[in-house]
């Protein structure tokens, strides 16, 4: 069953504009990623964030956690035409790192 | 350094076939995870290998079954194809068991006729 809902569902913006992405998750976690998944093809580990920590930073990227809320969000900066995607959200119950997926969000960037 | 790689990247199989998919880690990884992704949803966690052993497994029937071998290279069986398994299969590699990220092959696309 998926752990992790990521909210919207979709969201369109402008080239430059910011894109913010939610996940919310119901059980306890050892960590959080972020992926990003292009037309269907593999998955692409974006950032890593531990339950211990707030907020991560790569890049363009931003990825908060409170673990009070259950909940992360993933910012994208000065979005590219090129960001267009599909973002999961993952949480890992265990160390063993079986992870669960939400549904994603899928990503718009217009040029 | 390779990435994880799947083979095939597309398979077509009739209604209680049976198949194989195959996944080689990423350089310096031993762990490997199998995901099932239907169209327009979120990968779902199969199960997970780790020394040549099954150390975690999700909700699938035991048509699911898989295997690792010494070179930590691993395969996915189902047996008994139905419909429903038409799906992109995702196989992710990791080191040890610490929860470092994962990094995934391009996957295999099934389709059961």
């Known amino acids: 069953s998926q752990q992790g809902e990521e909210d919207p569902q979709a969201l369109s913006i402008q080239e430059g504009e910011n894109a913010t992405m939610n996940c919310s998750y119901k059980?306890?976690?050892?960590?959080l990623q972020w992926y990003r998944q292009n037309s269907g093809r593999g998955l692409v580990h974006l950032i890593l964030?531990?339950?211990?920590?707030r907020e991560k930073h790569s890049g363009r990227l931003r990825v908060t956690l409170d673990t009070s809320k259950k909940s992360s969000s993933l910012l994208i900066t000065a979005s590219r035409a090129a960001d267009t995607a599909s973002y999961f959200c993952?949480?890992?119950?265990?160390?063993?790192?079986?992870?669960?997926f939400g549904a994603g969000t899928r990503l718009t960037v217009k040029p | 350094d390779a990435g994880v790689t799947q083979s095939p990247t597309h398979l077509i199989k009739t209604r209680g076939q049976q198949v194989t998919l195959r996944c080689s880690p990423k350089?310096?990884?031993?762990?490997v995870s199998w995901y099932q992704q239907a169209l327009g949803q979120g990968p779902q966690f199969i199960f997970q290998?780790?020394?040549?052993?099954?150390?975690q497994r999700g909700n699938f029937p035991d048509r699911f079954s898989g295997h690792q071998f010494p070179n930590y290279s691993s395969e996915l069986n189902v047996n008994a194809l139905l419909l429903g398994d038409s799906a992109l299969y995702l196989c992710?590699?990791?080191?040890?068991?610490?929860?470092?990220?994962?990094?995934f092959g391009p996957g295999t696309r099934l389709t059961v006729t």
């Open positions: 059980t306890s976690i050892n960590n």
């Open positions: 993952a949480t890992a119950p265990n160390t063993n790192n079986d992870m669960r």
């Open positions: 992710a590699s990791s080191f040890g068991d610490l929860a470092y990220e994962q990094y």
């Open positions: 964030i531990r339950s211990n920590e």
């Open positions: 350089s310096g990884h031993d762990t």
């Open positions: 290998y780790y020394e040549e052993e099954e150390r």
